[in-house]
């Protein structure tokens, strides 16, 4: 049984959100498409990040809790991890358009926005030496930088995110071995901040609001071309 803890990790994260799809009203199904669009590009982008670090020994895999079933140099539940967390969020960012009238970050939204792009750039600077951390802080910094300067509302991409956090952590905290005798998922601390929430390093936080902001802004690329083709 423990070599499908990772993959039960992953069907944990996705099962609600996809139940809760067909839900007639509001049925998160029928974006499917221009979900599956976006997911497979940011998909691609982090698994050949992922594939990079995992060779360079940033991190890797506890071979206990997986099934065996290797995608080049990552296992399949790595990979099925940037499509179940991803739906997750993008179901919660879905759910919110109508379940919230106005938004309590709306007003705030670009002072958050600046906010963490001057702390992730001086964070990264300080640690331009630990991969994980220099890497994750720049790339989302100039992320954020560029849908800033396209004037993207971020506040529902912030509510989502704030929401989907204690189940991020719930799920990563087995991830990095909280409940287990050993992590599923190990990190090579010279190449992060050192800090972990729980067992959870900080950079995860932000490689997750990147991964979540990406899946989302394709998302919402493909719906709108979508609704402008029919």
Known sequence: MEAYTYLLVNLACISIPF??????????????????????IVTLLF??????????????????????????????????????????????????????????????????????????????????????TAVTFFVTSFYLIYLVYKKTDLSLHYLSYLFVMPFFFLSNGVLTGSFLVEPIVWYNDAENLGIRISNIPIEDSVYGLLLIFMNI????YFKQKKIKTT
Do not use: R
Not at 31 to 37: A, G, L, S, V
Not at 217 to 220: A, I, L, S, V
């Open 19 to 40: 139940i809760a799809s067909f839900y007639p009203k509001h049925a998160f199904y029928k974006d499917w498409k221009p979900f599956f669009m976006a997911n497979i």
């Open 47 to 132: 698994v050949v990040w992922d594939a990079i670090f995992t060779n360079l020994g940033i991190w890797g895999f506890n071979k206990t809790y997986l099934v065996g079933i290797h995608i080049g140099n990552l296992p399949l539940e790595e990979v099925l991890f940037f499509i179940c967390i991803p739906y997750a969020c993008v179901f919660s960012y879905f759910a919110f358009q109508y379940f919230f009238k106005s938004n309590f970050l709306q007003k705030s939204q670009t002072i958050i926005s600046y906010f963490l792009i001057t702390m992730l750039l001086v964070v990264g600077i300080f640690n331009y030496g630990k991969l994980y």
């Open 217 to 220: 802004e394709f998302y919402n």
